[in-house]
């Protein structure tokens, strides 16, 4: 087996993705906790970051709430890119890198059932959803006229009840956002690519917390759970080593590095020709 495996067929990756993500939409929506417990854990959270002064979703909110040529945009990016990139930034490995496709599925995959695990354990409410006393001002309800989203988060108008709102901790937009910013960076061949596998990130980062839909802690645990989730998908048996890129399995048992010659093509030393004579 070869370390950079190609893909399966499409209709079984289209399948299997469905799947997960039934069960990551269902399990999500299951894991309402208490709001009095959710809202709990969003003021713990606040306090702990002014209390280290990284509360940097309060004047990114206020930014967003008082420039509408901010505040808009960013609704937009916020209730649409989550849903567009991520599957776009999959096909693309499917059809233009397949040798990466399985790894970094399987390295979504976990990294967003880590994240499901977070929402169970720690429903957090969000800076939005608190007591307009702290400050926050929802800016998803104050544009909710120029969009097709509601009051209740990013779901289309009448269709909050099936969402979470509740499911703060981790962010899995910024968790996303930095699975597609890695692979376009690493795997991306033009510097257009690359360039927005740096920018994507960082203005997700900036869209959760300036909208208000998370926190800056809530940012930082997406990238614990990514990074938790791309150590343990290297670890899974039969994973695809796309990653690793330090070994290749060129043929039954023999090791290779990159660019190094089987032993069957490597030219023959003297003490192997004057063998060979005798």
């Given at each position: 087996m070869?370390?950079?495996?190609?893909?399966?067929?499409?209709?079984?990756?289209?399948?299997?993705?469905?799947?997960?993500?039934?069960?990551y939409?269902?399990?999500?929506?299951?894991?309402r906790?208490?709001?009095?417990?959710?809202?709990?854990?969003?003021?713990?959270?606040?306090?702990?970051?002014?209390?280290?002064?990284?509360?940097?979703?309060?004047?990114?909110?206020?930014?967003?709430?008082?420039?509408g040529l901010?505040?808009?945009p960013a609704?937009?990016?916020?209730?649409?890119?989550?849903?567009?990139?991520?599957?776009a930034?999959?096909?693309?490995l499917?059809?233009c890198?397949?040798?990466?496709?399985?790894?970094?599925?399987?390295?979504?995959?976990?990294?967003?059932?880590l994240?499901?695990?977070?929402?169970t354990?720690?429903?957090?409410?969000?800076p939005?959803?608190?007591?307009?006393?702290?400050?926050?001002t929802?800016t998803?309800?104050?544009?909710?006229?120029?969009?097709?989203?509601?009051?209740?988060?990013?779901?289309p108008?009448?269709l909050?009840?099936?969402?979470?709102?509740?499911?703060?901790?981790?962010?899995?937009?910024?968790?996303w956002?930095?699975?597609?910013?890695v692979?376009?960076?690493?795997?991306?061949?033009?510097?257009?690519?690359?360039?927005?596998?740096?920018?994507?990130p960082?203005?997700?980062?900036?869209?959760v917390?300036?909208?208000?839909?998370?926190?800056?802690?809530?940012?930082?645990?997406?990238?614990?759970?990514?990074?938790?989730?791309?150590?343990?998908?290297?670890?899974?048996?039969?994973?695809?080593a796309?990653?690793?890129?330090?070994?290749?399995?060129?043929?039954?048992?023999?090791?290779?590095?990159?660019?190094?010659?089987?032993?069957?093509?490597?030219?023959?030393?003297?003490?192997?020709?004057?063998?060979?004579?005798?």
């Open positions: 070869t370390d950079r495996q190609k893909p399966t067929r499409w209709w079984a990756e289209l399948l299997l993705l469905g799947l997960v993500y039934g069960a939409t269902g399990g999500r929506l299951l894991a906790g208490d709001v009095h417990l959710a809202t709990g854990h969003g003021l713990a959270i606040l306090r702990t970051e002014e209390l280290l002064g990284i509360d940097f979703e309060h004047p990114l909110n206020r930014l967003f709430s008082d420039q901010l505040g808009i609704d937009f990016v916020y209730a649409s890119l989550h849903y567009l990139v991520t599957p930034v999959l096909v693309w499917y059809l890198r397949p040798g990466h496709y399985r790894s970094a599925r399987t390295w979504l995959v976990v990294s967003t059932l994240g499901l695990v977070g929402f354990l720690m429903p957090t409410c969000p939005r959803l608190l007591d307009p006393a702290y400050g926050f929802d998803m309800a104050r544009y909710s006229g120029y969009g097709w989203w509601g009051a209740e988060a990013s779901a108008r009448g909050g009840g099936l969402t979470n709102q509740y499911a703060a901790m981790p962010s899995l937009h910024v968790g956002a930095l699975w597609c910013g692979l376009l960076w690493r795997y991306g061949r033009r510097p257009l690519l690359r360039g927005l596998g740096i920018a994507y960082a203005l997700t980062a900036l869209v917390m300036g909208t208000a839909n998370h926190y800056f802690l809530d940012a930082a645990a997406g990238v614990a759970v990514t990074a938790a989730g791309y150590a343990i998908a290297r670890r899974l048996p039969g994973r695809a796309g990653f690793r890129g330090t070994t290749t399995i060129v043929s039954g048992g023999w090791d290779t590095s990159a660019r190094e010659l089987l032993p069957a093509q490597r030219p023959a030393s003297d003490d192997d020709t004057a063998a060979a004579a005798r």
